[in-house]
Nanobody
Framework: QVQLVESGGGLVQAGGSLRLSCAASGRTFSSYAMGWFRQAPGKEREFVAAITWSGGVTSYADSVKGRFTISRDNAKNTVYLQMNSLKPEDAAVYYC????????????WGQGTQVTVSS
């Protein structure tokens, strides 16, 4: 079992920054890739960013490329999402998720953290 707990969400003005954190339980955190997703009201959940187990490879949705940075600290069992130059359209509930190579998808999800961006 893996538990994921996000934090760091809040209200920020457009153009501002936030850093989200996702703390994972368990001793195998460094063995799996992680991702961030978001879901705005009335919209489907969408991919934001992902990072491999070592942190050596990252990927981003086109909508956040150049503004968001995903990183991880395996010693702290934590993955981060640094969000800069926030736009009103970035407002959503942000979720972190653990990737499963076997399932070829994400099998554990956090409860989410709300990000609100005022214009």
């Amino acid at each position: 079992q893996v538990q994921l707990v996000e934090s760091g969400g809040g209200l920020v003005q457009a153009g501002g920054s936030l850093r989200l954190s996702c703390a994972a339980s368990g001793r195998t955190f460094s063995s799996y890739a992680m991702g961030w997703f978001r879901q705005a009201p009335g919209k489907e959940r969408e991919f934001v960013a992902a990072i491999t187990w070592s942190g050596g490879v990252t990927s981003y949705a086109d909508s956040v490329k150049g503004r968001f940075t995903i990183s991880r600290d395996n010693a702290k069992n934590t993955v981060y999402l640094q969000m800069n130059s926030l736009k009103p359209e970035d407002a959503a509930v942000y979720y972190c998720a653990k990737n499963s190579v076997v399932l070829r998808g994400y099998d554990y999800w956090g409860q989410g953290t709300q990000v609100t961006v005022s214009s």
